[in-house]
């Protein structure tokens, strides 16, 4: 048996969630708490404090005065935006000790956080939709069983993308061919092992599947759309960017048009380096220009 398979049998061996999420977490879902509370919690944690100084100190939001109080930042950021910085702070915590030549976890962030964007922007385009940050969440965490590979069998992820490159193979049957699990199962482990909702497990679960049934189609039909558009070269020409668009299978299930489809992806484009760097997933220098 390969260990992989031996650790998501034993699923103790895998990643927890620190204590600080789990305690800001809950502040941020309890109505009757305040920014004075969450910023204390907040406080508990030097780098989850300095992300959060960091997040609303930058070009994004260019704000004419700097913000030093915790508790400020928080009124001004929002809860969903501190819920993303929290979950930033975990997933660069949890797989810090990652350094492989073979893996980038630069290129990993990037098309992460465009994944994210992307979903989040279609779900903005939904009337049904509430909660859009959710899918920013998945987006950001749908390929989150890779980091696990790539921690675990760093070795071996040269002669999976062989079997990709050379041999024809999709990625799931390459990884279920060399490791006999794949990044998903170890996703879905991990999200069910750190409590994460069903929504957003099962748009990690599904983003490599071509047709979207059940409770959550429309939903993971977006991640699944969001992750094959962050992986797209943008083209300046708006009608050649969508026939690229219509080459991806049931694109038209999200309910999405091309237009609204195009625009998520020049957001992406645009936006990416700025909301990598505000979440702290790596230490780049960015323009001081801000970005709208």
Known sequence: MHKLETLLEHSNELPSLPEIYVRVSE???TENSDAQQIGEAVQTDPSL???VLKMINSAYYGLPNEIFSISQAISLLGRQQIKQILMGSVLSGVFTEINSVNFSMRDFWQHSIKTAIIARHLAMQNAQIIDHEAFFTAGLLHDIGRLVLAKEVPDL???IDELVEINGLNIIQAEEEKLGVTHIDVG??????????????????KHHE????GPFAVDTSMVYLANNLSKLDLLEDED????????IANWQQTGCTLEQIDIACRLADEQWLDVMESLGMIDLEIDDEPFF
Do not use: Y
Not at 188 to 205: D, F
Not at 210 to 213: G, L, M, Q, S
Not at 240 to 247: A, D, L, N, V
């Open 27 to 29: 502040l941020l879902e």
């Open 49 to 51: 404090t300095g992300r």
């Open 157 to 159: 992820l040269p002669e």
């Open 188 to 205: 879905e482990a991990l999200m069910r092992k750190w409590g994460i909702p069903s929504l957003i497990t099962q748009c990690v679960v």
């Open 210 to 213: 071509i047709d979207h049934v």
């Open 240 to 247: 050649e960017m969508q026939k690229t668009i219509i080459t």
